[in-house]
């Protein structure tokens, strides 16, 4: 199981886009999501890093080309 | 120093660029002979007086070909490069009719990999494009060729007005515009600091006028030091930034007012450098709000920021950047009670001067003020053709000894020019006891991260998307507290018979809008046909549809 999910990255993009509607699907990517600028990104990195541990930043995320790939991502490198 | 472009500033470092933690220092020297080399091969690729366009990374490279360029004679313009975020054949495929709509004799490009997908994706540009070479040589006449052209009428670079992909207004800045600038301009914050020579800190893209003459051009006329990061890194890295200022002990910077509440909303991610030394931070090119000033002097305090550090500044292309700039000695808000109509007196309005760190009433917002006008200004407010006194509310007008003659290939009166000379900038805002508030706009513009949008281009851009009716779309603007900008919001009615779900429509706008703007849209609704509110007159109404959109979406 991993330790970050879709559902984690959906509550961190709703609360820092302040959208509580977003819906985020694995085959979506950010120019999808209305809100999902490059200001938001690098708090959405932020918080993601905050909340998992995992030694992420916005660069690294920007580059998964669906959200399925950022949460993948991000489930390797959660410590432990 | 006497003068500007005073050749003490040789021997003195002039610029500070910083890339991914690490600073190279440039001398004036150095900047100057790459500039004199980069100006004798560009005069031997382009006619004198040609529009030379500049695309690259933010550095000591790209900022000594610009100056090379002027002092050449030909005409220099900064051009956004595609983010590292964006993919760059789409950028540019978006960006082709700004560029032909330009028609620059040449595109000189700092990085090879841009210059490929610029003709790969536009060949009828290709022969125009030019890859910079290394620059080198011991000479720094082009420091002497650019000084000669300070005291000249004719065009020494252009500002393009942003936001479009059919870049409309061509500013042409002379050199004696960019001097009357400098001399209105610069000896007030050198004496609001108290220093001899100004140590500026940017992020700041080089193709906004906020950029190009606050951080670059009149530091560089002064002999002033400049400490630079490329926009890209900032976004990615902001904290960079603030090492940068701690590093360097920068004692100004400009920013829009986006960047205030970014930087409060990452604050516990951010290093813990010493921001003290920073004395002055402008607040400048979008609608300037108190709040967002104290809340990042509060956050910040315990870094070293004081209270009053950041102060409004009034600004635009026209009048080459600065019309007035605040004072942290005598900051004031002004709280407005709600819209108000041009021609209303504002003590009438119930409206009231606050004081910082006074709680706006109820019901009120509260607008930084941007300062006095600048030495040598004329400011008037306007009620459609009527002059208003004082204290009143209504379009801002201006004249100056650095304002434009007209937008290239409109003239005077399509400008906004009118016979007295004095320019109509479709600002709306008020002069209150010297102090200048900008807080309306009588064109429907929506300004998103300091970049302006026209909600008719954003309404038109839809046109062809599959899924929604045709010519039922609304753009509007709201400020947002949680941004301190405006937020694109976008209303689209939806073709059910189309057959296409109302989430892929949602994410075809938010992807469309990006693509040809360069902005994402805060919120974008597909609703049913005929949700959208239309005036008496048939027409969309921007307003009522704001406000249904208010009622129904944002009610939390």
């Known amino acids: 199981m991993p330790a970050f999910t879709m559902a984690d990255l959906q509550a961190i993009a709703r609360e820092v886009i302040g959208d509580r509607d977003i819906l985020l699907e694995p085959g979506m990517a950010a120019a999808d999501v209305p809100g999902w600028d490059s200001l938001n990104h690098t708090l959405i990195s932020v918080e993601i890093e905050d909340r998992t541990g995992a030694a992420v930043d916005a660069q690294q995320l920007a580059e998964c080309p669906t959200f399925g790939d950022l949460v993948a991502f991000v489930a390797t490198r959660i410590p432990g | 120093m006497t003068g500007l472009l005073d050749p003490s500033l040789l021997d003195w470092v002039v610029l500070r660029h910083w890339q991914r933690g690490a600073c190279t220092a440039v001398t004036g020297r150095a900047l100057w002979q790459q500039a004199t080399a980069q100006a004798a091969w560009i005069a031997a690729r382009t006619p004198p007086a040609a529009l030379v366009l500049v695309i690259g990374t933010t550095g000591p490279a790209m900022m000594a070909l ?175 930034f603030l090492e940068m200022i701690a590093a360097d002990r920068c004692d100004i910077a400009w920013m829009p007012n986006f960047a205030y509440r970014h930087f409060v909303r990452l604050r516990r991610a951010l290093p813990p450098a010493d921001l003290s030394s920073l004395r002055l931070w402008v607040d400048c090119s979008e609608p300037c709000r108190l709040a967002d000033a104290e809340g990042f002097e509060s956050a910040f305090a315990d870094r070293g ?44 309005s119930g409206a009231l001067l606050v004081e910082s760190g006074t709680a706006a009433p109820a019901g009120h917002r509260l607008v930084l003020s941007s300062g006095r006008v600048l030495p040598g200004v004329e400011l008037a407010i306007l009620d459609g053709e009527r002059r208003l006194p004082p204290g009143h509310y209504g379009e801002i007008a201006l004249r100056a000894p650095f304002l434009f003659s007209g937008h290239a290939g409109r003239s005077a009166a399509e400008s906004g020019l009118d016979t007295e000379g004095y320019y109509r900038t479709g600002d709306l805002g008020t002069v209150w006891e010297e102090e200048v508030f900008v807080f309306g706009r009588l064109k429907e513009i929506i300004i998103v991260n300091g970049k302006n949008l026209f909600a008719g281009d954003v309404e038109a851009a839809l046109a062809a998307l599959p899924g929604l009716r045709p010519g039922r779309a609304v753009a509007f603007g709201i400020d947002s507290d949680q941004t301190g900008s405006e937020e694109l919001i976008l209303v689209a009615e939806h073709d059910a018979a189309s057959g296409i779900p109302e989430a892929e429509c949602r994410a075809a706008i938010s992807r469309h809008l990006e693509r040809v703007f360069l902005v994402k849209p805060r919120d974008v609704r597909v609703v049913p046909d005929r949700w959208l509110v239309k005036s008496t007159s048939g027409k969309i109404s921007r307003d009522a549809n704001r406000r249904r959109y208010l009622e129904t979406f944002r009610q939390d």
Do not use: N
């Open chain 2, 66 to 240: 610009f100056l090379g360029i002027a002092a050449s004679g030909r005409r220099a313009a900064f051009f956004p490069p595609a983010s590292p975020l964006q993919d760059a054949r789409h950028f540019f495929e978006q960006q082709g009719a700004a560029l032909r709509a330009i028609d620059p004799a040449a595109i000189c490009v700092m990085e090879e990999a841009t210059a490929e997908t610029v003709r790969a994706i536009a060949p009828d540009l290709a022969p125009r494009i030019l890859a910079v070479p290394p620059a080198e040589g011991d000479s720094v006449a082009a420091l002497d060729a650019f000084r000669a052209r300070l005291g000249s009428d004719e065009t020494l670079f252009v500002q393009h007005s942003s936001g479009t992909t059919g870049i409309k207004k061509a500013v042409a800045i002379s050199g004696r515009m960019l001097a009357a600038q400098s001399a209105a301009y610069w000896p007030g914050l050198r004496a609001e600091l108290g220093v001899a020579r100004l140590s500026v800190a940017s992020w700041l893209p080089l193709y906004h006028d906020m950029g190009l003459v606050a951080g670059f051009l009149l530091p560089m006329l002064g002999g002033d030091q400049v400490s630079v990061l490329d926009p890209f890194e900032w976004i990615g890295s902001p904290g960079r």
């Open chain 2, 305 to 348: 920021v004081r209270p009053g550090a950041v102060v409004g500044c009034y600004a635009m292309a026209e009048t080459v950047f600065a019309v007035s700039q605040g004072s942290g000695a005598r900051r004031r808000g002004l709280a407005v009670p709600g819209p108000l109509a041009p021609g209303t007196p504002m003590p009438a």
